[in-house]
C-alpha cells in the first residue's frame, strides 16, 4: 500500500491551495482518512480527518477555511486550502487507516508535501 501526497507550493497570505492523497495498493477498504501538518521545531498535528460515512473533525485552527474530502472510488483524499495564513506553513501529511487485502488493519503515511504560505 502507497500513499502519494500531492498539491503542495507557494502561495500568497490569503491564497488557497488544494491538496490530494491518492491510496494504491492491495487495499480492501479504507476506515479514515486524514490531513497532518508539521511545522519546522513543531510536533506533527492533526489538521482534518474524515471517516468512511462522509464524517469529518478539524483543528480549531482551520475551522471554516479548510475542507476535507474524499472520493472512495478513487480512494482519494482532498483538503482545500482556503484563507491561508503564514501559520500553515509546513509540510502535510496524508494519513489512511486502511484495511488490506489480507484482511490487515493498519494505518500508512504519505510521504509529506510542503505548503509555504509567505508574500
Known amino acids: 500500500v502507497q500513499l502519494q501526497a500531492s498539491g503542495g507550493g507557494l502561495v500568497q497570505p490569503g491564497g488557497s491551495l488544494r491538496l490530494s492523497c491518492v491510496a494504491s495498493g492491495s487495499i480492501s477498504s479504507i476506515n479514515h482518512m486524514s490531513w497532518h501538518r508539521q511545522a519546522p521545531g513543531k510536533q506533527r498535528e492533526l489538521v482534518a480527518r474524515i471517516i468512511s460515512g462522509g464524517s469529518t473533525n478539524y483543528a480549531d485552527s482551520v475551522k471554516g477555511r479548510f475542507t476535507i474530502s474524499r472520493d472512495n472510488a478513487k480512494n482519494t483524499a482532498y483538503l482545500q486550502m482556503n484563507s491561508l495564513k503564514p501559520e500553515d506553513t509546513a509540510v502535510y501529511y496524508c494519513?489512511?487507516?486502511?484495511?488490506?487485502?489480507?484482511?490487515?488493519?493498519?494505518?500508512?503515511w504519505g510521504q509529506g508535501t510542503l505548503v509555504t504560505v509567505s508574500s
Open positions: 494519513n489512511a487507516n486502511l484495511m488490506t487485502r489480507s484482511s490487515r488493519t493498519q494505518s500508512y
